[in-house]
């Protein structure tokens, strides 16, 4: 396993155009994150999946955004409508969670810049 | 609502001496703490974890503190590298969700020769 995919690494677009990411996750790993991190900031949580089931979206994540994990395995995160406030890294991470696991593994990131 | 500090001004210390670093937190009790590295334009990695029922941990040069009582946790690297300079990033289990993971905003390190 080569870790935390995420793909594209870099992305351009401009305002109002909708953008995907996609991100695979360690294989056996049942937690999916996704944040947002801006310049000199820490990351900011957006979401996150147990398996197929998205349990917990961040008030500060817009009707334009959306996520999906179909069969627990790979993830998108969409935006509609881009502005470019949205520009930003995006940061999937996964992790296997236990009592005595919460170690998140993060992927390289997709940076969206929104022209 | 929860919240996570870090010192928000680089630290800038002399190759060989101990690099310290601050997070503070308020408004709950996490069970655990996690201390990330991250390198410019790569994801955080994990260093370490401390649980609140322990007061240190150590990973090879790195030793965790977790100070309970005070709300603060410290991050020491001692002998510092060049090699260890990047942002340190604290980040809790939410208050709301403990399922989720919250991330302080990071202190920047760099390590002079």
């Known amino acids: 396993d080569t870790g935390v995919s995420q793909d594209p690494r870099h992305k351009i677009t401009k305002r109002g155009q909708n953008v995907t990411f996609r991100c695979d996750p360690i294989?056996?790993?049942?937690?999916l994150y996704w944040y947002r991190q801006t310049l000199g900031q820490g990351p900011e949580f957006l979401t996150y999946f147990q398996n197929e089931a998205q349990l917990e979206k961040s008030r500060l994540l817009s009707d334009r955004f959306s996520a999906e994990r179909p069969k627990g395995s790979f993830s998108t995160l969409e935006i509609q409508r881009t502005e470019q406030g949205d520009s930003a890294m995006y940061l999937c991470?996964?992790?296997?969670?236990?009592?005595?696991?919460?170690?998140?593994?993060f992927g390289q990131g997709t940076r969206l810049t929104v022209v | 609502s929860q919240k996570i500090e870090q010192n928000s001004e680089a630290l800038n210390i002399q190759e060989g001496k101990t690099a310290t670093l601050t997070c503070n937190y308020t408004?709950?009790?996490?069970?655990?703490l996690q201390w990330y590295r991250q390198d410019p334009g790569r994801g955080p990695v994990f260093l370490l974890l401390i649980r609140e029922n322990e007061k240190e941990k150590r990973k090879e040069r790195l030793k965790v503190t977790f100070d309970t009582t005070l709300k603060q946790s410290l991050f020491h690297i001692t002998a510092s590298q060049p090699a260890d300079s990047a942002t340190y990033l604290c980040a809790l289990p939410g208050y709301s969700s403990a399922s989720k993971i919250i991330f302080g905003s990071g202190t920047r390190l760099s390590i002079r020769p």
């Open positions: 991470a996964s992790s296997y969670n236990d009592r005595a696991n919460t170690e998140a593994f």
């Open positions: 408004n709950y009790s996490p069970a655990y």
């Open positions: 294989s056996e790993h049942n937690r």
